[in-house]
């Protein structure tokens, strides 16, 4: 069984900074590409930031040169580091991967249970 588990949102003024951390546990062989989605009141779930095995970051529009995306593959772990922070940021982000696990040997799309971030103007 995989389960990812997200930490680091919270509360946070206009302007500020948050970091979200997302690690990976379980019988895992391999994991491939990961990203962060959020999804706000009423709208859509989004991606907002995805990282490859091999580190090539996409981002939303909305995010670029504000957010940035890392990985660090000895730990299973995503991290997204969130600066300049928007009150139209505010959304429950979620941890999303493709991971490969032992038993499976294939890759299956895996979520978070997500974690709020609110930005306060």
């Known amino acids: 069984q995989v389960q990812l588990v997200e930490s680091g949102g919270g509360l946070v003024q206009a302007g500020g900074s948050l970091r979200l951390s997302c690690a990976a546990s379980?019988?895992?062989?391999?994991?491939?590409?990961m990203g962060w989605y959020r999804q706000a009141p009423g709208k859509q779930r989004e991606l907002v930031a995805g990282?490859?095995?091999?580190?090539?970051?996409n981002y939303a529009d909305s995010v670029k040169g504000r957010f940035t995306i890392s990985r660090d593959n000895a730990k299973n772990t995503v991290y997204l580091q969130m600066n300049s922070l928007k009150p139209e940021d505010t959304a429950v982000y979620y941890c999303?991967?493709?991971?490969?696990?032992?038993?499976?040997?294939?890759?299956?799309?895996?979520w978070g249970q997500g974690t709020q971030v609110t930005v306060s103007s």
């Open positions: 990282i490859t095995s091999g580190g090539r970051t």
């Open positions: 379980g019988s895992i062989f391999s994991i491939n590409a």
């Open positions: 999303n991967a493709d991971i490969a696990t032992v038993v499976a040997g294939i890759y299956r799309n895996y």
